[in-house]
């Protein structure tokens, strides 16, 4: 009897556990069709046997991969879509009836993604407002080296402000009750009014603020820091203080006017897209937190009275190093006369132009508009260029097929490019890559007779170069550039290189 119940007892458990086996494989089964609907799953042409094996470690991996959570693995939910914002994922499941229709108003959401710490969100808000909207994609790679100095730049010009203007109250006399309030605010006035009528003046500058912008906008600053020495000049001698606050005011204001003009093209520079606007608004969000920043150190240090010349001193060489790195870190694409010279000697010396940031690392900042020492002249008038009318019936014939003569004086030792009243915009870079090419020549040959000519000083002391002796160089010029100009352009526009001939600023005299 013990062995038959055993035996009964036995198959029993053997039954039971077979239809266990058949309900979780029937299950299983069922679990995984669902999940091969519900999400999407399919064998690309041929059918695959799922079983508890294989329908396991695909809700394991769905589960790991953030696409299943619990609420999915209810067979009345299906996934509609994901959607990413800023690194953050979401899920968008809804629910269907017994019928398998979806229910209405059943959509869910469930985030995939952990909450930030309080010290990622506060990250996160201040890049929406220092930083362009897709960054660093959305900008150029010198942007953040140009803002880190810009910002660092107006830290110390916030902190000179509060120095220069607590100088200039002082000295007015609202500190000491020294005069009346009326006459505070009429020199006031007048120092502002003064101020406006130097910008005035100085925008009809404007096309210069184009092809030399970055020696303009680092003059700016220099303008900008003269003012504010002149302004705390007024400390010392404050009987002086009307014709001191108006000089300073207007150099001030020139340099705010080459800082507005030359802003647009910076920014235009470092935007990919369309998106200049945006480039602009966080460029001078990120430039007024650093000036507040300044501002509110300063106010603190000023309490403590410091030395007024050390402080200067320092904030004054913090700004100007800040304001030179900025305007070198800058990277533009355009070829203006200092760009242009660059890449001109690169190609004849190595044979190859050099790249972006080459050739703005090369460019001399120091190198103003209003300086008259430039060894070429664009557009000269014909009076500046010869003043012996053989020197142009020699060397005429040689340019009878160009719109331009190129020609040199050795006693101005410059280079002087005419232009005929058919000239066109290529014909100006061409005369002006033939004006660097004979430059090339004729110091080349220099360097080379220097030895020579140093030995004949001696018995020919009276005797001075003319242009006829230059009409080899000329020549030999015309047979390089008329083989080589093509390849130059071709070699600058591989290195992402954008030549205009408004940016080399030609004179606007013409032969006819």
Known sequence: MKKSANSNATATAQSLTSQESHFLVRETLRISANLASNVGVSSSGSSRSMNDGAAIPLMDENRRMGLLGDEFLESSSKLICCEEIDGRRWMYMAEKDPFGNFKNNSIRTLSLHTPQTPLDELMSFVRSYVVPEGFPDSVTPSYVPYMTWRALKYFF???MSVFTTKTLLSSVGVSRNRTT?????????????AGRFGKMLFSRQGKKFDYDLKQLR??????????AGVELATAAVPHLFLPLACAANLAKNVSAVTSTSTRTPIYKA??????????TAKGECVANIADLLGTGLSIMISKRNPSLVTTFALLSCGYLFSSYTEVRSLVLNT??????????????????VPSLQEGNMQENIFSFPWLKDRPVILGSRFKDAFQDPGAYLAIEPLFEKEKY?????????KVYALFKDQAKSDDILKAAFHAHVLLHFIRSSNNSQSSSRSQQEHGHSNLMPTTADFEPHIADSCKMVSTSFGLFKNKAAEQGWRMSDSLLNPGRARLC
């Open 270 to 279: 470092f935007a990919k897209g369309e998106n200049i606007g945006d480039v």
């Open 335 to 352: 070829l203006n006369r200092a760009r242009f010279s660059v890449a001109v000697d690169s190609f004849l010396k190595t044979g190859k």
């Open 157 to 159: 010009g916030g902190a």
């Open 218 to 227: 680092f003059a700016g600053d220099l303008l900008m820091e003269l003012g």
């Open 181 to 193: 309030p009326a006459a505070v605010a009429i020199n006031w006035i007048l120092k502002d009014g």
């Open 405 to 413: 003569i190129v020609t040199y004086d050795p006693l101005k030792e």
